[in-house]
């Protein structure tokens, strides 16, 4: 039996639902508060216990979310009862060696791009996928694997995929990355590891400093590029582009997506469907039909509202999510509820957050989220003091959001605020019925 310590987490629960699809016996431990990723555990019936260290029994084989340390009480017992115990980036890697592994990294945009890329090969060809949103799937019978890989602690480090894709490169996990150098560093050792070739975002900034001795090929709308966009089209409806590879002609695309960030994802799905030799026209079809990941651009209908529940946390994605609503609704204005993540990143980059949410209509910020840190020299109120527009809003507070009228309203956390934005639709909609 495999007993994961953290199984809520967003990789772990992935992980859970792809042990369990590969014949194993799975269940784990975690905190009794609900978290989103449990609906892909209790579809499977993955049962999910309270920390205890009586769970840990003889027999079993231990996987330790990375939050967890060995003096985690479940942790201790199962080093004196001398079981085996792996990390999540460790099983991982000993379970995608058996594929053809598509490992997809970069600071941004990397659940989205793996679970598009999850999308396609799996209704293709079949594809196996781990995906950061807590998605997990496997088959034996499969050829290909989608893996998000993470850059913190350099864990991805742990892989050995076919492909090594990266979406970009930029300053965070500021806890642990002493400075942008240092994260450029940590891709150039990750893009070693693939086995046949990197596919990397030519238009970031910092991509083609990397001294990788594999094969690399850029994707973008520069024309330096090897995948390149062009002839792009943005309307309230999506993106079109015809995708030139190489300077061959690949085929058109046109696509029920919003923002260049997201354009960007989908030349690095089509660029590895290309070098697999995929139709451009079944790669088409099947993006088209690609409803996004969870918690990535998640949008409900309130009344002449649009709420929006998105992961976006550093200051470069809430900028390009920004975006991306004003692209499709550019007639609203735009609302912004703020969950920050982490002391040092909102230290790191509390100017930035500033100024962005200067630009939005009004922006409501909750406490920081303290994760993995217990407690930093900033708080919420460092950042609402200096904008406007800006004011407090608690978890129970969606009384807060009652009276916005046509509005996009971005619900923005990688934590889960859940309740604040459910209290709000279930309330506002009760409203407009009556």
Same mark, same amino acid.
């Given at each position: 039996?495999?007993?994961?310590?953290?199984?809520?987490?967003?990789?772990?629960?992935?992980?859970?639902?792809?042990?369990?699809?590969?014949?194993?016996?799975?269940?784990?431990?975690?905190? $009794? $508060?609900?978290? %989103?990723?449990? $609906? #892909?555990?209790?579809?499977?019936?993955? =049962?999910?216990?309270?920390?205890?260290?009586?769970?840990?029994?003889?027999?079993?084989?231990?996987?330790?979310?990375?939050?967890?340390?060995?003096?985690?009480?479940?942790?201790?017992?199962?080093?004196?009862?001398?079981?085996?115990?792996?990390? +999540?980036?460790?099983?991982?890697?000993?379970?995608? =060696?058996?594929?053809?592994?598509?490992?997809?990294?970069?600071?941004?945009?990397?659940?989205?791009?793996?679970?598009?890329?999850?999308?396609? %090969?799996?209704?293709?060809?079949?594809?196996?996928?781990?995906?950061?949103?807590?998605?997990?799937?496997?088959?034996?019978?499969?050829?290909?694997?989608?893996?998000?890989?993470?850059?913190?602690?350099?864990?991805?480090?742990?892989?050995?995929?076919?492909?090594?894709?990266?979406?970009?490169?930029?300053?965070?996990?500021?806890?642990?990355? /002493?400075?942008?150098?240092?994260?450029?560093?940590?891709?150039?050792?990750?893009?070693?590891?693939? !086995?046949?070739?990197?596919?990397?975002?030519?238009?970031?900034? +910092?991509?083609?400093?990397?001294?990788?001795?594999?094969?690399? %090929?850029? +994707?973008?709308?520069?024309?330096?590029?090897?995948?390149?966009? /062009?002839?792009?089209? +943005? @309307?309230?409806?999506?993106?079109?582009?015809?995708?030139?590879?190489?300077?061959?002609?690949?085929?058109?695309?046109?696509? *029920?997506?919003?923002?260049?960030?997201?354009?960007?994802?989908?030349?690095?799905?089509?660029?590895?469907?290309?070098?697999?030799?995929?139709?451009?026209?079944?790669?088409?079809?099947?993006?088209? @039909?690609?409803?996004?990941?969870?918690?990535? %651009? &998640?949008?409900?209908?309130? #009344?002449?509202?649009?709420?929006?529940?998105?992961?976006?946390?550093? *200051?470069?994605?809430?900028?390009?999510?920004?975006?991306?609503?004003?692209?499709?609704?550019?007639?609203?204005?735009?609302?912004?509820?703020?969950?920050?993540?982490?002391? @040092?990143?909102?230290?790191?980059?509390?100017?930035?957050?500033?100024?962005?949410?200067? #630009?939005? &209509?009004?922006?409501?910020?909750? !406490?920081?989220?303290?994760?993995?840190?217990?407690?930093?020299?900033?708080?919420?109120?460092?950042?609402?003091? /200096?904008?406007?527009?800006? $004011?407090?809003?608690?978890?129970?507070?969606?009384?807060?959001?009652?009276?916005?009228?046509?509005?996009?309203?971005?619900?923005?956390?990688?934590?889960?605020?859940?309740?604040?934005?459910?209290?709000?639709?279930?309330?506002?909609?009760?409203?407009?019925? /009556?």
């Amino acid at each position: 039996m495999y007993y994961l310590v953290g199984i809520k987490g967003s990789g772990m629960s992935a992980l859970a639902s792809i042990l369990f699809d590969l014949g194993y016996e799975v269940t784990g431990s975690d905190r $009794e $508060e609900h978290f %989103f990723t449990e $609906e #892909g555990l209790n579809e499977r019936g993955i =049962k999910i216990l309270p920390f205890d260290e009586n769970n840990i029994k003889e027999g079993m084989i231990i996987v330790k979310g990375n939050a967890f340390d060995d003096e985690h009480p479940e942790i201790k017992k199962a080093m004196e009862l001398e079981l085996p115990i792996h990390t +999540y980036q460790e099983m991982v890697a000993k379970l995608t =060696k058996m594929f053809r592994t598509i490992a997809v990294a970069g600071c941004h945009g990397k659940t989205s791009t793996t679970s598009m890329l999850a999308h396609v %090969f799996d209704n293709l060809s079949g594809c196996n996928y781990l995906i950061g949103d807590g998605t997990g799937h496997a088959s034996k019978e499969n050829k290909f694997f989608a893996l998000e890989a993470c850059e913190y602690k350099r864990h991805f480090l742990e892989y050995s995929p076919y492909y090594a894709i990266i979406t970009n490169i930029d300053y965070d996990h500021v806890d642990y990355f /002493k400075d942008i150098d240092d994260v450029i560093d940590a891709y150039r050792e990750y893009g070693q590891t693939s !086995e046949k070739m990197v596919i990397a975002c030519g238009d970031d900034q +910092y991509t083609h400093s990397l001294e990788v001795s594999k094969p690399i %090929f850029y +994707y973008g709308l520069d024309d330096d590029n090897d995948i390149i966009a /062009k002839d792009v089209n +943005y @309307t309230n409806h999506g993106i079109s582009f015809d995708v030139f590879v190489e300077d061959n002609y690949y085929g058109h695309f046109d696509l *029920p997506i919003f923002g260049k960030h997201q354009l960007l994802n989908t030349l690095a799905v089509i660029g590895v469907c290309y070098y697999e030799r995929l139709e451009a026209k079944e790669v088409a079809k099947e993006l088209k @039909t690609f409803e996004g990941a969870r918690r990535r %651009f &998640s949008e409900t209908i309130v #009344g002449d509202n649009v709420v929006i529940d998105d992961y976006a946390h550093h *200051p470069n994605e809430i900028k390009a999510t920004i975006k991306a609503a004003k692209q499709k609704y550019e007639d609203k204005d735009i609302i912004i509820v703020w969950q920050p993540h982490t002391y @040092t990143r909102t230290r790191e980059f509390k100017d930035d957050y500033i100024e962005i949410l200067k #630009g939005v &209509s009004k922006a409501y910020i909750m !406490e920081i989220h303290g994760s993995r840190e217990n407690n930093g020299d900033i708080s919420s109120e460092d950042i609402i003091d /200096k904008i406007p527009n800006a $004011e407090y809003i608690g978890i129970d507070e969606y009384n807060k959001l009652m009276d916005i009228e046509n509005s996009v309203i971005l619900f923005l956390s990688p934590n889960d605020i859940s309740k604040l934005e459910n209290d709000y639709i279930e309330n506002k909609k009760e409203t407009i019925e /009556k």
